[in-house]
C-alpha cells in the first residue's frame, strides 16, 4: 500500500499532476492529504500513467485536455496540442475588426479547433468555418465545439471552400523542417500536423499562393511560422498582400505574419487567378 507522500517522493515525471488526475484532488489537497492510502484500482491506473509519462507521452495526451486562451480543449494523439504561442493568434484576430462587424472567418488546420472555438466563443457575431484534412482530429474539434458554433470540413486546405470569400483567414499550419533534430521530442503527435517539407514551407506556401482567391476584398491572412522563417514569408507575401505586419511571441521569438490583400485594381493579381 502506498501513500500521496509515497507517490510525491519517488520523483516520477509529472507525479503531482497524475496524483490530481488519478484522484481527482487539487494540488494542495494532495499536501494536506498526503497520508490518503491509494485503493488498489486507483494504484494501477497511476502506475500506468507513471509509465507513459516515462515513455515521454505527454502529459496532455494523459489527462485527454489542454488548456488554450480562456477554455479547455479536448486532444487525442490525433491532434496537435495547442501550444501557448498560438494564443497570439487570438491576440491579433480580435484586434482585427470593428466591435459590431460580422467577419466570415476561415481557421485552415484546425486540430483540436482552438483557434475557430475561441474565436466563436469570444466573437459570436462571426460566422466561423474550420477545415482539416484529417478526419480523426475533426471528430476531437466537433467535440470541442459544445456551443456548436462552428462549421467543420474536412479536406486538403481550401478546397472544401473553393471560391468562397473570407474576410479572415488564419492558420497555424504544420511548419517544421522534415530533418529538424526537435521531431525526436514530438514523435506522440501527428506528422501532419508538424512537418511540412524541406524547409518546413510547403504548407505555408500552398496556403499564400490560393489565399488571395479566397479573400474579400482588403481580407486578412494571418500565419503562425517557425521562428526563422519571417524574413521568407514576408517575401513570398509581397506579390499580393499590402500591410504586412510581423509579430513576436511571447518568448521574443518571431511567430506570426498579418497581411491584407492588396487592391486588385492596383495590383497584378488576376495572373493568381
Ligand atoms: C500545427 S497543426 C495546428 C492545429 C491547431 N490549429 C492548433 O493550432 O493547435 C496543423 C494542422 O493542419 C492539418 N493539416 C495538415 N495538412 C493539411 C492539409 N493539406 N489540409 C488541411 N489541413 C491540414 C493537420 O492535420 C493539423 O491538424
Redesign the pocket.
Known sequence: MKTIQNYLNSGAVDIAPLLCLVLNKSSGELITQNDYLLTPNEKLNLDSFIKQRASGMPFSYISGKKGFYHLDFKVSPD??I??PE?ELLIDIALDLFEKNYACKML??????G??AITLADKKPNWQVLA????SA?LTIAKSNDITHTVDFLQ???FEPVANQPFDLIIS???YIEEDDSHLDDLNFE?I???VSGKDGLD?IKIIINQAPNQLSQKGFLLLEHGHNQQDRIVKLLTKNFTNIQTFKDYNSKNRAVLAQLKNPTTNNLNENR
Open positions: 491532434t496537435l495547442p501550444r498560438t481557421d485552415l488546420g484546425t486540430g483540436s482552438i483557434i477545415i482539416d484534412e484529417s482530429a479536406g486538403n486546405w497555424n499550419p504544420p501527428p501532419r500536423a508538424l504548407d
